[in-house]
Nanobody, 129 residues
Framework: QVQLAESGGGSVQAGGSLRLSCVAS????????MGWFRQAPGKEREFVAA?????????????VKGRFTISRDNARTSNAETSVYLQMNSLKPEDTAVYYC?????????????????WGQGTQVTVSS
């Protein structure tokens, strides 16, 4: 069973930085794309960033481009099949949301929520002004 575990969320003042991590474990199904979505209170879940298996291609929402950086590490360890990270700089209050790590059974970047079969539980990011 594939599992995604996020960490690194927290509270920060505007202009600050946070780094989210996501460890994927469980049954392997080959190369895949991973990414991050977020959901703010009262709003729909929205795409943040995505990355291909080899890290050769990435995609970002316009709202985070230039401030967030997605990366991944495919080196397998005893408790991780692959990991993905989201470095968030110059944070703004509008970045406040629950951030979800996602994974899909294809090495294709997508901004569509239903294209991702696996979701983490989410980690809260709160940015105060």
């Amino acid at each position: 069973q594939v599992q995604l575990a996020e960490s690194g969320g927290g509270s920060v003042q505007a202009g600050g930085s946070l780094r989210l991590s996501c460890v994927a474990s469980g049954r392997a199904f080959g190369i895949d794309a991973m990414g991050w979505f977020r959901q703010a209170p009262g709003k729909e879940r929205e795409f943040v960033a995505a990355i291909l298996w080899g890290g050769t291609s990435t995609d970002y929402a316009d709202s985070v481009k230039g401030r967030f950086t997605i990366s991944r590490d495919n080196a397998r360890t005893s408790n991780a099949e692959t990991s993905v990270y989201l470095q968030m700089n110059s944070l703004k209050p509008e970045d406040t949301a629950v951030y979800y790590c996602v994974r899909r059974k294809a090495n294709i970047i997508s901004r569509i929520t239903t294209d991702y079969q696996y979701w983490g539980q989410g980690t809260q990011v709160t940015v105060s002004s």
